[in-house]
């Protein structure tokens, strides 16, 4: 995430915000802000403590493009990480960086 501020820094200033637009006090309606919109700025402030919190990760996708084909044998690289396995293609997951597979490569896509 290109972001100056960190997840925790993040995380530590939600609660100071949420007081600041009175939503555990009587003043949301001062803010003009709907049930929704109370439920959605919670909603927001567990997903960054849980990001803070190392609860969440990001995920990378990525996908596996061929460098080198032997008979029965296909060796792979990570187009996240670079690194390279033979028969790596049928692994949900870089075994090296964690990358998901799940992107598609430029012979599918
Ligand atoms: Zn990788």
């Known amino acids: 995430m290109a972001n100056e501020m960190s997840a925790k820094d993040a995380a530590e200033r939600m609660p100071q915000i949420m007081a600041w637009i009175g939503i555990n006090a009587n ?28 609860r969440l990760v990001e995920v990378v996708h990525a996908h596996w493009a061929v460098v080198n084909t032997r008979k029965v044998c296909i060796k792979v690289a990570c187009s996240w990480c670079g690194k390279a396995g ?24």
């Not at 003043?27 to 190392?54: C, M, P, W």
């Not at 960086?97 to 896509?109: F, S």
């Open 27 to 54: 003043k949301r309606h001062r803010l003009d802000l709907s049930e929704k919109d109370v439920e959605t700025l919670n909603f927001a402030t567990e997903i960054v403590q849980a990001y803070a919190d190392g």
């Open 86 to 109: 033979w028969n790596f293609q049928h692994l949900p997951r870089c075994p090296y960086c964690g990358a998901l597979m799940d992107e598609r490569n430029d012979n599918n896509a």
